[in-house]
Nanobody
Framework: QLQLVESGGGLVQPGGSLRLSCAAS????????IGWFRQAPGKEREGVSC????????YYADSVKGRFTISRDNANNTVYLEMNSLKPEDTATYYC??????????????????????????WGKGTLVTVSS
């Protein structure tokens, strides 16, 4: 069974850090672009950061650039999102997704949740991140 499982969410104070993990099972991540997307209450889902599993190229949304770092562990078929200097506006459910590489990392990240061509093929169930004092 093909699936992505996220972990690492929780409650953190502003300025704090969290590391999210996305473990893939049932398939290998080669030839996929893996992304972290988030959805806050009442808002559309947005691409936060994506990585090409083959060459490691990355994309970050402007809102997280310099604070978040995406990385991959080839041996464990896992992708991580290190989140630092967290802000209340980072509060959201974070989803891991994987899509066959149909375009650039940026295209897949920006359009992956709303374009059939750049679609992400597999989605996790999400993990909640709450940034609050």
């Amino acid at each position: 069974q093909l699936q992505l499982v996220e972990s690492g969410g929780g409650l953190v104070q502003p300025g704090g850090s969290l590391r999210l993990s996305c473990a893939a099972s049932g398939f290998t991540l080669n030839y996929y672009i893996i992304g972290w997307f988030r959805q806050a209450p009442g808002k559309e889902r947005e691409g936060v950061s994506c990585i090409s599993y083959n060459d490691g190229s990355t994309y970050y949304a402007d809102s997280v650039k310099g604070r978040f770092t995406i990385s991959r562990d080839n041996a464990n078929n896992t992708v991580y999102l290190e989140m630092n200097s967290l802000k209340p506006e980072d509060t959201a459910t974070y989803y891991c997704a994987a899509g066959l590489s149909r375009g650039t990392v940026q295209a897949m990240c920006v359009m992956g949740q709303k374009s059939y061509y750049f679609r992400m093929d597999y989605w996790g169930k999400g993990t909640l991140v709450t940034v609050s004092s």
